[in-house]
């Protein structure tokens, strides 16, 4: 049964580095979009937000 074993041992590790890949890919976005929307630094006040930027509302209502 050693081939079974190692087969599905084998497809473990591949499933657990996709779920890293896509995990890190959300992040990345979402951090993305977490930045752009918040304060500006000094002298990029005045800067055009990317048109690929969701506007977040900064007061929700709960």
Same mark, same amino acid.
């Not at 087969?7 to 890919?25: I, K, N, R």
């Given at each position: 049964? *050693?081939? #079974?074993?190692?087969? #599905?041992?084998? !497809?473990? !590790? +591949? ?6 890949? +896509? !995990?890190?890919?959300? #992040? #990345?976005?979402?951090?993305? =979009? ?10 990029? *006040?005045?800067? *055009?937000? /990317?048109? =690929? +930027?969701? *506007?977040?509302?900064?007061? /929700?209502? +709960?």
């Amino acid at each position: 049964m *050693e081939p #079974a074993v190692s087969a #599905a041992q084998e !497809g473990a !590790g +591949v499933s657990l580095a996709a779920v890293f890949v +896509v !995990g890190f890919l959300a #992040a #990345a976005g979402l951090g993305s =979009i977490a930045w752009y929307n918040s304060r500006r630094p000094t002298g990029w *006040e005045d800067k *055009e937000r /990317p048109d =690929i +930027v969701p *506007e977040v509302d900064p007061n /929700p209502h +709960v």
